[in-house]
């Protein structure tokens, strides 16, 4: 229950927290993206093609439409790389990308055949990552963030006599009391595009006359991803501790550990809310091994099957093009972010199969029966999606969110760290069957059923990841306060804590791809 002031009657709080922002409706701004190409392929004997080639790409950012010259000062006093960063973008000229592949088959393809391939690539800016950056820098002519909590004390417009605990959105600029700080965001100077080199290697060998079977290793290294961190934060002057209760049984939990992070408490400009650092500071490295074999035009029966192991890790890039206002766990180190990819599905297997039936002997009733029926199914099956233990609360610095450091960034619990966990296997089996018929000269009939995840199988998509809400701390026998509990939201103390939200690793979202469940669809084609 939520101590209210004394003239209005108390009552349970029905939220958490409610956020809101103000800006300009539409952002408009160009930019140029040129690129050159060039490619040469050419044989060093009669086995063994070479393709060497480079590419050029830049891209012109537009320039700043809204600088903020009293954030920018701010920023030299504690942020040399970031100073003039709302008055400028930063400029990459040197975006060169070679590529050479090469093909050996000896004895003409009998034998094998052994392609080697590497290159450099470049990725784009997303233009949303460029309005965040023209459109939020701090200034009232750019966004302003509003977040009430249950004890904010506010009227609000749309509903009378509702100021307290309660949430409102604002259909005008709002009071002060609920006016935030203002955020920015911003690139940093040596700020560019992403940058992969990528290298593959594979054997292919042909078996008989139907056969066919392939190895291959793949391997990315990825720098220069984006990322974010909020600069406006003072280093810490302390930790804060807590401590697990609860979960035990599920992995890398245990009752009893604890654990400290450093607590921030302090922004650096007190007049600012987050001032997010768009970065190119994030690595990932991706290796891959796969296997594939094919059965081709043997008695009407064509198979291929495939099956990929993989590995990818990296320091948790954006993946959207809306920047997160701090990405960084810890805003000073993102060596707690390491971990496996939000990509990272280790498992798959992919396959196909067409079978065609041709009956050329027998009666001919036997014949026009079985004779042109032609069925294909498809098969897929792979491991489910990563996932981490979340968590809940903390405290947070204005503008902010909450978490156990306080500085509004990952959430995950560090101690087992991110994307440890994964959802089930994924799995889809779709079928299809036809039979075709001739009318009459020069008019064909079809008819065909086709069914979409034919086993009904249901794959999860997303859980429930809030594994830990903070608790009230223990003083110690020596009269100082105890480390926080996280206590772990199971569905027995969800219940005891009257709330309604999903117990942790409760199911959220299910689907297969383009249907959830199975379907069947039955059709009919004339040709003439």
């Not at 930019?31 to 009669?46: K, S, V």
């Not at 609920?178 to 042909?206: C, D, G, I, Y």
């Not at 409760?506 to 249907?515: D, E, I, K, L, Y």
Request: hydrophobic share 40%; net charge neutral; charged share 15%.
């Amino acid at each position: 229950m939520i101590q209210y002031p004394p003239s209005m009657i108390p009552h349970y709080a029905c939220f958490h927290s409610f956020t809101q922002s103000f800006g300009a409706a539409q952002t408009e701004f160009v930019t140029h993206e040129l690129a050159g190409f060039f490619e040469d392929a050419f044989r060093a004997r009669a086995d063994l093609k070479i393709t060497i080639g480079v590419r050029y790409e830049y891209t012109l950012l537009p320039f700043p439409q809204t600088p903020n010259e009293a954030l920018d000062a701010g920023l030299r006093g504690f942020a040399t790389q970031f100073a003039g960063a709302t008055s400028s973008f930063p400029e990459d000229r040197n975006d060169v990308g070679p590529r050479v592949s090469v093909a050996w088959s000896p004895r003409k393809g009998r034998l094998m055949t052994v392609h080697v391939g590497y290159g450099v690539f470049y990725g784009r800016l997303a233009g949303t990552t460029v309005r965040s950056a023209l459109a939020d820098t701090a200034l009232a002519e750019s966004t302003t963030q509003i977040r009430i909590t249950p004890t904010t004390i506010t009227g609000c417009p749309q509903v009378a006599n509702q100021g307290f605990g309660y949430p409102c959105a604002y259909v005008s600029a709002p009071p002060a009391a609920v006016a935030e700080t203002s955020s920015a965001m911003l690139f940093a100077k040596n700020f560019r595009v992403p940058a992969v080199q990528r290298a593959s290697f594979s054997l292919e060998r042909e078996v008989g006359r139907h056969g066919f079977v392939r190895a291959a290793y793949a391997m990315a290294v990825s720098t220069q991803l984006p990322g974010s961190v909020d600069l406006n934060i003072a280093p810490a002057t302390s930790l804060a501790s807590y401590e697990i209760e609860g979960g035990d049984g599920h992995s890398g939990l245990h009752t009893g550990e604890t654990f400290s992070v450093p607590l921030y408490t302090a922004r650096r400009i007190a007049q600012y809310g987050p001032v997010t650092a768009l970065v190119s500071n994030v690595n990932a490295t991706y290796n891959a091994g796969t296997v594939e074999a094919a059965l081709r035009g043997w008695r009407g029966v064509e198979m291929r099957g495939s099956f990929t192991f993989s590995r990818a890790i990296d320091y948790a890039p954006e993946i959207g093009g809306t920047p997160r206002v701090s990405g960084q766990f810890d805003p000073f180190s993102n060596g707690y972010d390491k971990g496996l990819s939000t990509l990272q599905f280790p498992e798959r297997f992919s396959g196909d199969a067409i079978y065609r039936v041709s009956v050329r002997r027998g009666p001919k009733t036997l014949r026009e029966v079985l004779d042109g029926w032609r069925a294909a199914a498809i098969a897929t099956a792979g491991s489910g999606a990563p996932y981490s233990y979340e968590i809940s609360g903390g405290t947070y610095l204005a503008g902010g969110h909450e978490t156990v450091n306080g500085s509004g960034g990952a959430s995950y619990l560090p101690t087992v760290g991110r994307n440890t966990l994964r959802l089930p296997v994924r799995a889809s089996v779709d079928l299809r069957v036809e039979r075709g018929f001739g009318l009459r000269k020069g008019v064909r009939l079809s008819g065909f059923a086709e069914a979409f995840n034919l086993l009904n199988q249901r794959n999860l998509t997303r859980v429930e990841t809030r594994a830990f809400l903070l608790g009230t701390p223990v003083p110690l026998p020596d009269g100082f306060p105890g480390p926080t509990p996280l206590v772990f939201q199971d569905a027995t103390t969800i219940a005891g804590e009257g709330l309604t939200t999903p117990a942790f690793g409760a199911p959220t979202s299910s689907t297969s791809g383009v249907s959830r469940e199975r379907q069947v669809e039955f059709g009919v084609r004339v040709e003439f």
